[in-house]
């Protein structure tokens, strides 16, 4: 099962190492990470997306709360939360294909960022359902290059 986590942590040399080496250390798989500043610029918010069980999850909690410079940790799988991503999608186009690459581009409400005359570079944000069901729907024009941001995630309260 997949879990997103917000770690709050104070913006100091160090502290991705040791957030990332608890992972690793104990054999904890990350699917995704973001690392930001927040409207402080003495601390960053961490959104983390891994794999694993509720005793998994609440392990990982525990063992990131005790780590040095966390300052607060949200385990999202109970609450409700606003998240979104961002993906820039470079996809093959012809002549005969660019209409409908646009079309399906404006349907997600994309922006087409970057236009060349055999590719169309796309930029989409939503959640992850979102965005997969539209990079589906690219793949069949040709996906030629593509970047992921990961889940970024607040509470809703």
């Known amino acids: 099962m997949r879990h997103t986590i917000s770690v709050l942590v104070e913006n100091k040399f160090g502290v991705l190492t040791r957030v990332a080496g608890l992972f ?3 054999g904890y798989n990350i699917d995704t990470l973001n690392v930001g500043p927040t409207e402080d610029p003495k601390t960053s918010r961490m959104t983390i997306v891994t794999r694993g069980d509720d005793a998994t999850l609440d392990q990982i909690v ?3 709360e005790k780590l040095v410079d ?3 940790v949200q385990d999202f799988r109970a609450d409700e939360y606003v998240d979104r991503e961002l993906v820039l999608v ?3 186009v012809d002549s005969k294909s660019r ?3 646009m079309q399906i581009t404006d349907i997600f409400r994309a922006k087409i960022v970057d236009v060349q005359p055999n590719t169309l570079t796309i ?3 939503g959640d992850e359902s979102k965005t997969d069901k539209f990079l589906t729907l690219m793949k069949s024009f040709g996906v030629l290059d593509l970047t992921r941001t ?3 995630a607040l509470p809703r309260k």
């Open 123 to 125: 930029e989409i944000t």
């Open 62 to 64: 525990k063992q990131l």
């Open 99 to 101: 209409a409908e690459v």
């Open 150 to 152: 990961g889940k970024i």
């Open 70 to 72: 966390v300052l607060e």
């Open 24 to 26: 690793s250390g104990r």
């Open 90 to 92: 470079k996809v093959s």
